[in-house]
């Protein structure tokens, strides 16, 4: 659905991407993987077109143009901050001139689905937790009925059980709304059992890419194997402490 062609982007001198190559297909759940800095968040922004590439170009498939969301990292970017949460999540299917009655019932069953209670639907933003809130940022981008939903480091500032609930929850509704998922993380433990196709990004290049088991197993690139390393040795500290 989506094609990425030799893609390259500076801001100023500074070479943020560089010769960026890769493909989305229908119904995929792509992970991309990479340090803070490694550019992406620019692969992202390109894709919804905040910025132009230096070089290269994004085909889509004619179905799937303009049909893409973006989940932010802060889900308060999802929100006005003024509005209750039933406002927000009315919002884009009363544009799309559903009822108020009918739009209430799904949001209310979406809600239901993702284990959220429907009182919080009276609650402003700052009055719902970070993961209720990232729940429904996902819930309001699936209600305008995306072909590709991207989700941008959503879960890095919650705690790894939740972390989990999420991702599978947006796994869940892949397949459920047939759409594509790109999710862009540093956490490689966060994505095992749930990626399609992994690929990892370093300094502004995609150094290895594969199936999640190809990758996560059997990591060919150093880049990639310190990912892992760390990643390990977290764990493991993390346990020692517990
Ligand atoms: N609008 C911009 N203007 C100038 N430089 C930018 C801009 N956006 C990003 N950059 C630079 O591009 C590089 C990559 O940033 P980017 O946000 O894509 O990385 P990232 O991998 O998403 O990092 P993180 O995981 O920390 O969000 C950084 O050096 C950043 O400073």
Known sequence: ???VRNLSKKFGNNVVLDDV???VGREEFICLLGESGSGKSTIAE???????????????????????????????????????????????LLLQKHSKKAALKKITSMMDH???????????PSQCSGGQKQRMAI????????RLLIADEITSALDPQTERTIIELLKEFQSSYHMSVLYITHRIQAIEGV???????????????GTADEVLKYPRHPYT?????????FEKRKKSIV
């Open 139 to 146: 819930i309001r981008a699936l209600l305008c009925n995306p």
């Open 225 to 233: 194997k310190n990912l892992l390393e760390a990643c390990m040795y």
């Open 46 to 92: 390109l894709l919804i077109g905040l910025h132009e590439p230096c070089q290269g170009e994004i085909r889509w498939a004619e179905d799937s143009i303009n049909c893409t969301q973006y989940v932010y990292q802060n889900p308060d970017r999802s929100f006005n901050p003024f509005w209750s949460m039933e406002q927000s999540l009315l919002e884009p």
């Open 114 to 124: 993702a284990g959220l209670p429907v009182e919080l639907l009276k609650n402003k």
């Open 1 to 3: 659905m989506l094609e």
């Open 21 to 23: 190559s890769f493909c």
């Open 195 to 209: 990626a399609d196709r992994v690929l990892v990004l370093d300094k502004g290049s995609i150094v290895e890419s």
